[in-house]
């Protein structure tokens, strides 16, 4: 069972209580963009065996939407952190390198 703690209300949310949001940190492109940066935020997504970022909402609590860092092999969480980020905090950076020695992301670590 997926449990994710909401940094909004502070409760231990299980799954059944959150809606999927996709892939999180996604760069949004709209007019003046080209096809190909169109395209790619439209259809192209990470999909990693391992540490991944995703966006999901509270749909059964406050109805916010916030990220969450887990292991989608392991399924093991490693926070979670509110959507108004363009990237993952240093905190929850820092617990990914502490589990996952040389992990990177997008040049972050
Ligand atoms: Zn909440």
Same mark, same amino acid.
């Given at each position: ?5 909401? !940094?909004?209300?502070?409760? %231990?949310?299980?799954?059944?209580? &959150?809606? !999927?949001?996709?892939? #999180?940190? &996604?760069? @949004?492109?709209? !007019? ?5 940066? $169109?395209? %790619?935020? &439209? $259809?192209?997504?990470?999909?990693? @065996? *391992?540490?991944?970022?995703? @966006? ?8 916010? =939407?916030?990220? #969450? ?8 969480? $490693? ?20 589990? @996952? !020695? *040389? =992990?990177?992301?997008?040049? &972050?670590?």
């Amino acid at each position: 069972m997926l449990l994710l703690n909401c !940094p909004y209300c502070g409760v %231990d949310a299980e799954e059944t209580e &959150l809606s !999927p949001g996709g892939e #999180a940190h &996604l760069t @949004r492109h709209g !007019p003046g963009s080209s096809e190909e940066e $169109f395209h %790619d935020y &439209l $259809f192209t997504r990470e999909n990693p @065996r *391992g540490v991944h970022f995703e @966006r999901w909402r509270h749909a059964h609590g406050c109805g916010k =939407w916030f990220h #969450a860092a887990r292991c989608t092999q392991t399924l093991e969480v $490693f926070g979670t952190y509110t959507a108004q980020t363009s990237e993952p905090p240093q905190h929850i950076r820092d617990a990914i390198s502490e589990k @996952r !020695p *040389g =992990w990177q992301w997008r040049g &972050l670590s």
